[in-house]
């Protein structure tokens, strides 16, 4: 068994209730899942390649997944990422979201990331 397998001080990343894509991310899955592998948790967020090919904000993260999850990755090795700013703004609505994500909308993080990659430009 894992638990049993790591040293007790190695985090064990997770990708999410739906497993290497997942579109939610719970409390209770990430809670369930730390139960499994007895490891605190990072979370590997590989729907952030999708945040980026689609220009969408980060979403579908629950607002306090922070109590279980202690850190954050999104992986943007997908498709092209790079694109333009789409990189950028995954990244900036991934960061606004792991900033607080208590008070995190999609929406005005969305449109916070649109005006500041506007003034890069």
Same mark, same amino acid.
């Given at each position: ?9 190695v985090?064990?990343? @997770?990708?999410g =209730?739906?497993?290497? /894509? *997942? %579109?939610t ?5 990430? #809670?369930a ?10 979370l @590997?967020?590989? =729907?952030?390649g999708? /945040? *980026? %090919?689609?220009?969408k904000?980060?979403?579908? #993260?629950?607002a ?5 999850v202690?850190?954050y ?10 694109r333009?700013t789409?990189?950028?703004f ?17 929406a005005?993080?969305?449109?916070t ?6 003034r890069?430009?």
């Amino acid at each position: 068994m894992i638990r049993d397998a790591l040293p007790a001080d190695v985090r064990v990343f @997770w990708t999410g =209730d739906g497993g290497v /894509f *997942s %579109q939610t991310v719970t409390t209770a899955g990430a #809670r369930a899942y730390a139960d499994a592998v007895g490891h605190e948790l990072g979370l @590997w967020d590989n =729907d952030a390649g999708r /945040f *980026s %090919q689609d220009r969408k904000p980060c979403r579908g #993260r629950a607002a306090d997944l922070s109590t279980v999850v202690h850190s954050y990755m999104g992986n943007l090795v997908t498709g092209d990422p790079w694109r333009g700013t789409n990189g950028e703004f995954a990244l900036l609505t991934s960061l606004f979201y792991t900033w607080n994500p208590r008070t995190y909308d999609p929406a005005a993080a969305a449109t916070t990331a649109e005006r500041i990659l506007a003034r890069g430009s």
